[in-house]
């Protein structure tokens, strides 16, 4: 599919069928993941892939899913980020994100629902995911089988003359 085709096509998901997502497309995800670019190359994205029933239900503590089938806790290792020199900026949300889009955007064109999750709580995903230190949880990217149409922003964007200035 053209590329803005597949932008204009996604929303976020709030309504997942039970049926699992096959092994073949998780690992398409996954490896969209991975070809992510990050900042000089320092590669400090891990992600967890959470499709058991007990790993779902420890998510769920953290934050809501929507009774997905499939979960991805990305996370970024702080100690391996690239630094800006400059005013020590680390790109350890930056790099997690990139590896959240592309993973997102695989799974759209694979014909999968997706949502982003920011709103949960990184000290229950420490927790039940035994995360080290500086292993910071930055994403969620919840995917599955779609049960809705929309959603309520869906293609609800501010207009080019706002969004842009040429300089
Ligand atoms: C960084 C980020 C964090 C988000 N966190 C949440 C979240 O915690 N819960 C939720 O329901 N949606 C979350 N969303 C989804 C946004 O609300 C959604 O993308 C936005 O309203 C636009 O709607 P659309 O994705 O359907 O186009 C998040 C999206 C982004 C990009």
């Given at each position: 599919m053209d590329f803005n085709e597949l932008v204009r096509r996604r929303y976020s998901s709030r309504s997942y069928k039970p049926d699992p997502v096959e092994e073949d497309k998780i690992r398409s995800i996954l490896e969209a993941g991975r070809l992510a670019p990050t900042a000089r190359n320092d590669q400090p994205v891990r992600v967890i892939a959470v499709r058991s029933k007990e790993g779902l239900a420890k998510l769920e503590e953290a934050?809501?899913?929507?009774?997905?089938p499939l979960a991805f806790i990305v996370c970024s290792d702080r100690n391996k980020t690239w630094t800006r020199?400059?005013?020590?900026?680390?790109?350890t949300d930056i790099d997690a994100s990139i590896v959240t889009t592309h993973m997102m955007y695989e799974a759209t064109d694979m014909g999968l629902g997706t949502l982003w999750v920011c709103m949960f709580k990184p000290d229950v995903i420490r927790k039940n995911f035994g995360?080290?230190?500086?292993?910071i949880p930055i994403n969620i990217l919840v995917v599955g089988?779609?049960?809705?149409?929309?959603?309520?922003?869906?293609?609800v964007r501010i207009p080019m003359d706002e969004f842009v200035r040429y300089a």
């Open positions: 934050g809501h899913i929507y009774d997905a020199s400059y005013d020590g900026m680390k790109t995360l080290d230190d500086d292993m089988y779609k049960d809705d149409t929309t959603s309520k922003n869906h293609g």
